[in-house]
């Protein structure tokens, strides 16, 4: 199992640029989730999907799209990059909690984005 | 909203030394309370998951505690070793995950 993957994991962006950042699980998790870590401000969430079809805002939403292409895959697209978007990029993977199954979040390496 | 601190942002001590890791948060209504660990350039581990319910978890020389009426979270670890120098990040679900900034360990030998 390779778990949570990313790509790519690094990348820089010229300001008005576009890109979609790729996760993929491997888990069979229903609940994908994508946030962003800056210095000092711990991980901040971005967009999440509790299941295949279904993606709701996060705590920062604005800026980025995202999309739930099937249960394993959840891309975040940049659609005009700004220098406030130069991160450090996470996507999660959870299985929901149900009884006797721990809500536990799996993360990917990250991706590291520099938007100039 | 939810709030989430760690005291202290960075801590530094020698090999074999007990110690403690502070988390708070602002809201008392959490279906969880999650520990991470987090290497540099790395992503999250997840360390010890406590349920809303519970007072305390334990994994090897790692003890998370709970006090969900006075929004309190410890992590005591127990005779440091180098190799658990990390990032140590609380994580409070409610209605959302909220993280906290993490506590930078450094255990010399």
């Known amino acids: 199992n390779a778990g949570v993957t990313q790509t790519p994991k690094f990348q820089v962006l010229k300001t008005g640029q576009s890109m979609t950042l790729q996760c993929a699980q491997d888990?069979?998790?229903?609940?994908m989730y994508w946030y962003r870590q800056d210095p000092g401000m711990g991980l901040r969430l971005i967009y999440y999907s509790a299941s295949e079809g279904t993606t709701d805002k996060g705590e920062v939403p604005n800026g980025y799209n995202v999309s739930r292409l099937n249960k394993r895959e959840f891309s975040l697209r940049l659609e005009s990059a700004a220098p406030s978007q130069t991160s450090v990029y996470f996507c999660a993977s959870s299985e929901p909690p149900l009884a006797g199954v721990r809500d536990t979040q799996y993360f990917g390496p990250g991706t590291r984005l520099t938007v100039l | 909203k939810q709030e989430v601190t760690q005291i202290p942002a960075a801590l530094s001590v020698p090999e074999g030394e007990n110690l403690v890791l502070n988390c708070s948060f602002t809201d008392s209504a959490i279906y969880n309370l999650q520990w991470f660990r987090q290497d540099p350039g790395k992503g999250l581990t997840s360390l010890l998951l406590?349920?809303?319910?519970?007072r305390e978890q334990t994994s090897g020389r790692l003890n998370a505690s709970l006090d969900k009426s006075s929004g309190r979270s410890t992590l005591y670890i127990a005779a440091s070793q180098p190799g658990d120098s990390a990032t140590y990040l609380c994580a409070v679900k409610g209605n959302d995950m909220r993280f906290g900034a993490g506590t930078r360990l450094t255990v010399k030998p």
């Open positions: 406590i349920q809303s319910s519970q």
């Open positions: 888990m069979n998790h229903n609940s």
